[in-house]
């Protein structure tokens, strides 16, 4: 008995040994990676009229690509509708999923995903019209809200009115397009989603200046990539990627001096950049994937302020998502 035992657990480590190296070894064979996005929310992830995919959520991609390949383009982008975003990663048609989708229990746990890391801190907010005369969240009591279908924001949008007493409709849709198309056209009295996705989307209206947002945030959002379980290695790759873009930012390792910055005595920088250590070849990377990451797609800052704040359309202040040293809270754990 105990040896068919022994036998039974040698059997599972070695299946999971080889899962752990599945899918780092798969997007090399393939030569890209399937990344799942949305289908569309400006400054996180948007295809413009010729196919290009820019924003938060894509840099993490393209930072993925190019610390594994040298090359940010080898990426292919999938959009996902909210309602499949998870099943597609745990089937495995993509390989990791950074599309604003809020780390959560049990997302984390029981559903085969593993979140990996923050790379942007949200919270749910509502949109209305200036001429309704709302300016606070329970005013909106026995209004009709709409959200987009299979999110956290539907059930955040249960618990605060159940919490405050107050009776609402809500409609839901499939994507965040028709959601809002829905608000547009006078269906429902607000809008409710996270207020980085309120700020983008209300630039795309009609008349954005009819409407406004509520100051209330009802939820924490934080939100960043999830891979599948079962995967340490790939896990590792794509958390660490993450942290790489924030360290390099609180390092001063910008796009624009990264190769200068290779000549650094700075003992931290020379880590981050593999020019001592062989930190990357723990990932299964090579000892420069840092270098290469900053090279090709710039820090966590440079990153943030070409698609969400002062360099875009949108013009998000930093806010939480400012490092730690600038009083946010975005930190991430040294590389030594």
């Known amino acids: 008995m105990k040896t068919a035992l022994f036998a039974l657990a040698g059997s599972i480590l ?24 949305s289908t569309g929310i400006a400054g996180f992830s948007l295809a413009d009229s010729q196919g290009n995919w820019a924003g938060l959520d894509v840099d993490i991609c393209r930072a993925l690509a ?10 292919s982008f999938i959009p996902l509708a909210s309602k499949d975003r998870l099943t597609a990663l745990q089937s495995g048609e993509i390989d990791v999923l950074p599309r604003t989708t809020t780390w959560t229990l049990s997302r984390d746990a029981g559903q085969g995903l593993n979140f990996t890391a923050v790379n942007y801190y ?19 009591d026995g209004a009709t809200i709409c959200t987009v279908q299979g999110t956290t924001n539907e059930l955040n949008l249960a618990d605060y009115f159940r919490t405050n007493k107050l009776k609402y409709d809500v409609v839901t849709f499939q994507g965040i397009d028709d959601t809002v198309k829905a608000y547009e056209t006078g269906r429902c009295d607000a809008l409710s989603t996270d207020m980085s996705q309120l700020v983008s989307y209300r630039l795309k209206m009609a ?21 599948r379980q079962g995967d340490d290695q790939w896990f590792d790759i794509v958390r660490w990627t993450v942290f790489a873009l924030v360290n390099a930012e609180e390092l001063g390792v910008e796009q624009a001096n990264v190769d200068q910055m290779l000549k650094s005595e700075n003992p931290e920088v020379r880590r981050l950049l593999g020019t001592e250590g062989k930190f990357g070849e723990g990932l299964g990377l090579t000892t ?3 270098a290469r990451i900053v090279r090709h797609v710039g820090n966590y800052g440079e990153s943030f302020e070409r698609n969400l704040g ?3 359309k949108i013009g998000l202040p930093r806010g939480v998502n ?7 809270i975005q930190f991430a754990p040294p590389i030594r």
Request: hydrophobic residues 35%; aromatic residues 6%.
């Open 122 to 140: 949200d919270g749910q907010g509502f949109q209305v019209r200036k001429s309704a005369n709302i300016r606070t969240v329970k005013e909106l």
């Open 288 to 290: 420069d994937w840092v």
């Open 66 to 75: 190019a610390a594994i390949f040298n090359d940010p383009a080898k990426v």
């Open 322 to 328: 400012n490092l730690w040293t600038k009083g946010g």
């Open 310 to 312: 002062s360099k875009s």
């Open 14 to 37: 070695l299946s999971s040994a080889a899962w752990a190296q599945g899918t780092l070894q798969k997007v090399k064979e393939r030569d890209h990676l399937i990344c799942g996005t």
């Open 207 to 227: 008349n954005p200046d009819e409407h406004m947002l509520l100051s209330e945030v009802i939820s924490k959002e934080p939100i960043g990539p999830y891979v």
